[in-house]
């Protein structure tokens, strides 16, 4: 069984532009949700799809935003990307409707770089 | 405003002896604890996890303590290996939340010299 598939892997931005980055979840999973990982801040939840809804959001600006589509296929977006923005953004799926209930499974992530 | 707070920032142990690493959280609505293990390059993959029912898990070396009332929680890594260096991070979630959401500690740096 596949895992977690993101794309792209690395990339580079400069300030200002904006960048899409694709996730696809084990076949079978609904819930996506994404997360980004900086040496400083940590782990940070970003916000959480479940069949084509988002069902919460993190602290987070306006910025960055996400989508999940009928194949639970899932995008996350930047704008007006920041230096402050380069950072692993990391997609997880899980199988089940609540985190209590089981695992997270997570991707290799994309990091992404801001000039 | 930081809700699970991790330590120690980075951890050395001889092979053999055994890894400590502490988790304290705030918000008493928290009802699932998992912890995550990753290594450089990979995404984080869950360890062990346990919920506020039982107060320890075993799972082979690994071992969950938890203590409630205190709202701390820590894992125990026994006869650790030179494979089991990578980086640890608690993590909470409230199944109020009615999401998948994480919230995580900042994570701990394990090394493990022969």
């Known amino acids: 069984k596949a895992g977690v598939t993101q794309t792209p892997r690395y990339l580079i931005k400069t300030r200002g532009q904006q960048v899409t980055l694709s996730c696809s979840p084990i076949?079978?999973?609904?819930?996506v949700s994404w997360y980004q990982q900086t040496p400083g801040q940590g782990l940070q939840f970003l916000f959480e799809?479940?069949?084509?809804?988002?069902?919460n959001k993190g602290n987070f600006p306006g910025r960055f935003s996400g989508r999940q589509f009928s194949n639970s296929r899932s995008e996350m977006n930047v704008s007006t990307l920041e230096l402050g923005d380069s950072a692993l953004y990391l997609c997880?799926?899980?199988?089940?409707?609540?985190?209590?209930?089981?695992?997270?499974?997570f991707g290799e992530g994309s990091r992404l770089t801001v000039l | 405003q930081q809700q699970v707070k991790q330590s120690p920032q980075s951890l050395i142990v001889q092979k053999g002896g055994i890894s400590i690493i502490n988790c304290a959280y705030e918000?008493?609505?928290?009802?699932?604890f998992p912890w995550y293990q990753q290594f450089p390059g990979k995404g984080p993959a869950l360890l062990i996890a346990?919920?506020?029912?039982?107060s320890e898990k075993k799972e082979g070396r690994f071992t969950i303590s938890f203590n409630k009332s205190a709202k701390q929680f820590s894992l125990h890594i026994m006869d650790s290996q030179p494979g089991d260096s990578a980086t640890y991070f608690c993590?909470?979630?409230?199944?109020?939340?009615?999401?998948?959401?994480?919230?995580f500690g900042k994570g701990t740096k394990l090394s493990v010299i022969p």
């Open positions: 997880a799926s899980s199988s089940l409707y609540r985190t209590s209930a089981g695992e997270l499974f």
């Open positions: 076949s079978g999973h609904r819930s």
């Open positions: 799809y479940f069949s084509e809804t988002q069902r």
């Open positions: 918000n008493t609505a928290f009802d699932y």
């Open positions: 346990i919920r506020p029912d039982v």
């Open positions: 993590a909470a979630s409230s199944s109020g939340a009615g999401s998948y959401q994480l919230t």
